[in-house]
């Protein structure tokens, strides 16, 4: 895994079950090659997830890329998966081995010691199957510990200019989230000259010159443990640069020499980030090559580090000092992972039952979730265009459609707002025409009414082919104690939302995300004001303080999603 950018999540897919014959003759071969070198420990895992997948034409190859282990014993548990033993030539050897012995329309590259999750490769065959021309699809991951902790989950929208993104940093990260067709493999192969990074290199031709999607759903989950390649950090680094430096002959264009820069130096920063904080932390002995790195590429680390050494380490002050000390370090940056005592943190202003507003933050310059749904919004300004629906008032239309609205229409339950030009219940709303709006904004709405569900249907319904729902709807929230009071229903999950929409709206059509962390969400149940937080805190997230939900669900335009050779999603 190659990754210094960081990637929301997308909606399960359900396929009819075939019958045997439709099996054979109908769903395509997915070829899944596994290369292992010296990962017997993790390798059954690999394999069963494989074996789990809902999809039912798989067939699977493990190369053994010369393994000193017991991997050959663990093979003869599975008789019915290709096992090929070469010499050992390393990771792009082992996968292009795996392709040669492969007979699958679609490829999919998973390492031994990661995880499919068991819709993964149905999911992806869909998206292929739709989009008809990409060269490839990738989906978004998560990292676990070697005992399949959850401890991250990398989220990223990706929708068009895949290759300047691809310059600008490794947006894909994990390898097992992509599923390949194999015209790919005709024209490119994976470079041996490569110690890691090669499926990097793969992303950077392949974008190059075809068309490719990308979605948000978790396909597979990231095994961290002592041994990862990616662990290997100055090694990472150097192969990540190297990749970038062949590829810059190609550049053609101003962008794209912008965007390689950018890429450089995102490498750099996200590497040596990395680094910085397994030193810091003090865990493992600092190699000869590690501090080089940091001294070459960041020198400000490389001094923090030092720093943070002869204080904390030559001189042995981790049981001698106050607690103090560490806090003042952790201001400064050098130590991070300062956390107070069970007995010892302060609550300082939040020590009292009750919030600092119940008007969720407008009296105190504006409410802490606007933040997430406004940007949203401002992401999304290109497709507020034409006949625009909004709920309660059209301030949103206005602000972020401005002179690409022709028309807009103001929806409210009941005629007690002057300004609505639609009077109805968005769950019962026959009156309405169908295919009447480009885009319907129905943001903080949905849980206010009991019969979500059928909402949906009804927006599904008067959106024009191609039109788009902009849907925002609060996660942890306060619930007001004003005019919604009696009507206040519902909280969701991104999860929620995105089986909720994808009951209605196809699967390649819905985008969902979740914004927030525990300090946003503290935030907002004291009520305090947007003015009042750093931005920084904002931006940060944590998918398990979920404050804010958004999504994108488009009506389908036609049955098929070519893309023609050079465009992209």
């Not at 999540?9 to 070829?31: A, D, G, H």
């Not at 985008?511 to 940060?540: H, I, Q, R, W």
Request: net charge negative; with cysteine; hydrophobic share 35%.
């Amino acid at each position: 895994m190659c990754a210094p950018e960081k990637i929301s999540r997308k909606t399960e897919l359900k396929l009819s079950q075939p019958t045997k014959m439709e099996m054979t003759q109908n769903i395509p071969l997915v070829s899944v090659v596994i290369p292992s070198y010296n990962h017997a420990a993790y390798l059954s895992d690999a394999i069963e997830s494989v074996r789990k997948q809902t999809y039912p034409n798989i067939e699977i190859i493990v190369v053994d890329d010369g393994s000193t282990d017991n991997t050959k014993s663990i093979m003869q548990k599975y008789p019915h998966v290709k096992y090929v033993f070469q010499q050992n030539q390393g990771l792009s050897a082992a996968r292009n081995t795996g392709i040669s012995n492969s007979k699958g329309e679609f490829l999919v590259f998973l390492d031994a010691d990661d995880l499919l999750y068991d819709y993964a490769i149905a999911y992806n065959v869909e998206y292929l199957s739709y989009y008809t021309d990409a060269a490839f699809v990738s989906g978004a991951y998560e990292v676990v510990t070697h005992d399949k902790r959850n401890i991250d989950l990398d989220r990223n929208v990706i929708l068009s200019d895949h290759y300047l993104h691809t310059l600008k940093g490794n947006y894909i990260g994990m390898h097992g989230t992509v599923m390949y067709r194999r015209f790919v493999f005709n024209e490119f192969l994976f470079d041996t000259s490569l110690q890691a990074c090669e499926d990097y290199d793969i992303y950077l031709k392949v974008t190059r010159y075809y068309p490719v999607v990308h979605h948000t759903k978790r396909m597979a989950a990231y095994r961290m443990h002592s041994s990862n390649m990616s662990s290997n950090v100055p090694m990472m680094l150097a192969q990540a640069l190297k990749v970038l430096k062949n590829h810059e002959p190609l550049l053609q264009s101003d962008e794209e020499r912008k965007a390689h820069e950018v890429g450089v130096q995102a490498f750099i920063d996200y590497y040596c980030r990395h680094l910085f904080n397994v030193l810091r932390v003090g865990n493992i002995k600092p190699s000869k090559d590690m501090i080089n790195t940091l001294r070459k590429y960041k020198p400000k680390y490389y001094y923090l580090y030092t720093a943070a050494d002869l204080i904390l380490r030559k001189m042995k002050l981790r049981k001698l000092a106050p607690d103090f000390v560490f806090q003042v370090l952790h201001k400064l940056g050098i130590y991070h992972n300062y956390t107070p005592k069970s007995t010892q943190v302060k609550f300082g202003d939040l020590g009292r039952n009750t919030p600092f507003s119940t008007m969720f933050g407008y009296d105190r310059g504006g409410p802490v979730d606007r933040y997430y749904i406004e940007n949203f919004l401002q992401q999304e300004a290109d497709n507020i265009y034409g006949h625009v629906l909004e709920i309660g008032d059209n301030d949103y239309t206005l602000r972020f459609g401005a002179e690409k609205v022709t028309q807009s229409d103001i929806l409210h339950v009941d005629d007690s707002n002057p300004n609505a030009t639609i009077v109805a219940d968005l769950s019962h709303a026959p009156h309405i025409p169908d295919n009447s709006f480009d885009c319907i904004i129905l943001t903080q709405t949905l849980h206010l009414i009991y019969d979500y569900k059928a909402v949906i249907e009804t927006c599904f319904r008067v959106l024009k082919p191609g039109g788009k729902l902009l849907l925002t709807v609060p996660g942890i929230t306060p619930i007001d104690c004003g005019e919604w009071e009696k009507s206040w229903l519902w909280s969701f999950t991104a999860l929620s939302i995105e089986k909720i929409l994808h009951e209605v709206f196809p699967i390649h059509q819905i985008e969902v995300n979740s914004f927030g962390n525990v300090l946003v969400a503290t935030a907002f149940l004291y009520g305090m004001g947007l003015p009042e937080m750093k931005k920084e805190d904002m931006e940060y997230f944590d998918p398990s303080f979920p404050v804010i939900i958004t999504a994108t669900a488009t009506k389908p335009e036609n049955k098929n999603g070519s893309l023609s050779k050079n465009s992209e999603y």
